[in-house]
């Protein structure tokens, strides 16, 4: 059984900064790749950060610049730091994983969210 739990959401002023974590917990072989997605009232979720072994990390182009995605592996975490937030930031903020279980082959994986709200 494999668990992603997000953490760091809440409300922020527009400027402000937010961190969020999420921890993959389990019988986990190997993580190719860990990533956040938003998904906002009315809208589809996006991508906002994901890294990936082997290659360079990937961004929304909105956020490029504010955003920062990075990865403990030792941990099986990745962060999401933001900053200059904005209130069109504002969503559900979810973590993804793509990794492999003992036994089993690559699969995604998803936390259950976490809110984020950027408001004065």
């Known amino acids: 059984q494999v668990q992603l739990v997000e953490s760091g959401g809440g409300l922020v002023q527009p400027g402000g900064s937010l961190r969020l974590s999420c921890a993959a917990s389990g019988s986990i072989l190997s993580i190719n790749a860990m990533g956040w997605y938003r998904q906002a009232p009315g809208k589809e979720r996006e991508l906002v950060a994901a890294?990936?072994?082997?290659?360079?990390?990937n961004y929304a182009d909105s956020v490029k610049g504010r955003f920062t995605i990075s990865r403990d592996n030792a941990k099986n975490t990745a962060y999401l730091q933001m900053n200059s937030l904005k209130p069109e930031d504002t969503a559900v903020y979810y973590c993804n994983a793509r990794l492999a279980q003992y036994g089993r082959g690559y699969g995604d994986y998803w936390g259950q969210g976490t809110q984020v709200t950027v408001s004065s």
């Open positions: 890294i990936t072994s082997g290659r360079p990390t």
